[in-house]
């Protein structure tokens, strides 16, 4: 099993589940058009993660384990059990989306590697 990963600006296939893990509703997008299954804000990374980050490739690594480690507890970890059964249930057919430009360094890879390695 395997996940997708997209911004949610993309054209998307209309065969997987499709889950938002961005906190705050990305700009300039309808919720009809995003057509979502799910929208998961909890397990986005903490404001301050978010801001600390600021999607500097640079600091990418670091911003990886210390997502990983606030995915290990409180609200996170529920919303991410949440994912985590999605995937479970749709086996792997599941699409991550994201708000971001950098298609390489975000929370959806993290996730996805996550996802695709338990």
């Given at each position: ?9 993309e ?18 997008i309808?919720?009809e ?7 998961i ?20 690594d ?51 590697e ?5």
């Amino acid at each position: 099993m395997s996940c997708d990963i997209n911004r949610i600006y993309e054209d998307y296939d209309k065969d997987n589940v499709r889950v938002l893990v961005d906190r705050v509703w990305p700009r300039g997008i309808s919720k009809e058009k995003a057509n979502l299954d799910h929208w998961i804000k909890e397990i986005a990374p903490s404001d301050s993660l978010r801001k600390w980050f600021g999607h500097d490739p640079e600091k990418f690594d670091s911003f990886k384990k210390k997502y990983k480690e606030e995915l290990k507890s409180g609200e996170q970890k529920e919303a991410l059990d949440q994912l985590k059964d999605i995937y479970k249930e749709n086996n792997g057919n599941v699409v991550l989306l994201y708000g971001a430009k950098d298609e390489k360094h975000n929370q959806a890879v993290v996730l996805k590697e996550f996802l695709d390695h338990q």
